[in-house]
């Protein structure tokens, strides 16, 4: 606030005592704009760079570069208010004026690419966003390839193949730019710790994806690759994913060393937990451990169907269809609604010649 009302203080000096369009008035509303965006006042800050702006339109060529700077000051204060059309539309024209004028730096080019790619971010239109950063790495591998900015530049490529689901490009371009951050940045620094951060998520993303397609071995070799990038909370979820592909694998005490070691990292809700552990102790046909999970299950969510479903799971394993069909339907009241796991179920073989097990599987079909 001091620093606002001494600039203030001199732009007043500077009107009564100079021409009202002279270039350093203009300066001093560029200087006030700036103040009001570091104190996150942004209507304020639009009024004083649009007053530099009609100044130094009335003295400068459209090209040169105190104006094209005026301009994508202009361009971050329509992105600051979220007027993302506004903000593109000017910094196209600033790109354009930068790429047609002589004197500017290929550094200040990049960074000027680079915001404009940061604005169609900001509207979700990601090929947008990707040419625009391809030509500001263009600029900056020019002017420095192992400086920060290019690590920048590479991480936000990254961030944009992510949200088009190119994970394998996302995968790239994230390790590109941790290579290049882990090198010029302390280890504390932010950004890199952000680099850390989104190379975890690519690669539990990726394992997901292979999880889903049921290649356990591959899914675990990104998961425990996510592991070296992951704070405590991605941890935490990293270990429970590595349980479900050791789970769909057979392999019930490794699923089970693994959702335990997830839930002493990072205490998220108990149910999921439970649910995860219990089956695999179903699966072991560790019925007295089981019994135990579930009743606890049952206290934390007594309205959760899936509680009921691992109940009926439960009896049909120990071949008590009745039990377990009183199970199944109140799954079904609870909201329980996906025929797929009920179908694929082994356990409910039991159960398949049953005519309630029939209408069950018929209510579902309705439902979806």
């Not at 270039?23 to 639009?46: C, G, T, V, W």
């Not at 290019?150 to 490529?157: A, D, E, Q, R």
């Not at 799954?331 to 609604?337: D, M, Q, V, W």
Request: net charge negative; hydrophobic share 35%.
């Amino acid at each position: 606030d001091e620093a606002l009302r001494l600039q203030k203080q001199v732009n007043q000096f500077l009107i009564e005592n100079l021409e009202g369009n002279h270039p350093s008035i203009a300066a001093s509303h560029n200087n006030i704009a700036s103040i009001f965006q570091s104190l996150d006042r942004y209507e304020e800050a639009l009024t004083q760079q649009q007053k530099a702006i009609s100044i130094l339109k009335q003295t400068l060529e459209s090209d040169h570069p105190d104006l094209i700077k005026c301009y994508g000051n202009l361009a971050t204060i329509f992105q600051s208010l979220g007027r993302y059309e506004e903000a593109i539309e000017v910094q196209e024209y600033v790109v354009t004026l930068m790429n047609s004028t002589l004197g500017f730096n290929s550094f200040l080019v990049a960074t000027s690419y680079n915001n404009l790619a940061s604005m169609y971010k900001d509207l979700e239109q990601f090929q947008e966003a990707i040419k625009a950063q391809r030509k500001s790495m263009f600029y900056q591998l020019k002017s420095n390839p192992e400086h920060p900015s290019m690590g920048i530049c590479y991480h936000n490529m990254g961030e944009y193949f992510f949200n088009l689901n190119h994970i394998d490009s996302a995968m790239f371009y994230g390790y590109k730019a941790y290579s290049i951050l882990k090198k010029t940045l302390p280890n504390s620094h932010h950004l890199l710790k952000a680099a850390e951060k989104y190379l975890s998520i690519y690669n539990i993303q990726s394992g997901q994806d292979r999880l889903t397609n049921r290649d356990c071995e591959g899914a675990r070799k990104h998961f425990y690759e996510a592991l070296t990038y992951s704070d405590s909370i991605q941890a935490a979820v990293v270990y429970y994913l590595i349980g479900d592909s050791y789970y769909f694998d057979k392999e019930f005490e490794l699923s089970i060393k693994n959702y335990n070691l997830s839930y002493s990292i990072e205490k998220y809700d108990r149910s999921i937990y439970l649910n995860s552990l219990c089956l695999s102790y179903l699966r072991m046909n560790n019925f007295p451990i089981a019994e135990e999970l579930l009743k606890e299950y049952e206290l934390v969510s007594s309205a959760d169907g899936f509680v009921y479903r691992n109940w009926a799971i439960y009896h049909a394993l120990q071949n008590q269809p009745q039990l377990a069909l009183t199970n199944l339907e109140k799954a079904l009241k609870l909201g329980f609604n996906d025929l797929q796991k009920i179908e694929e179920e082994e356990a409910f073989e039991v159960l398949r010649d049953e005519p309630r097990y029939q209408a069950i599987v018929e209510q579902l079909r309705n439902r979806n």
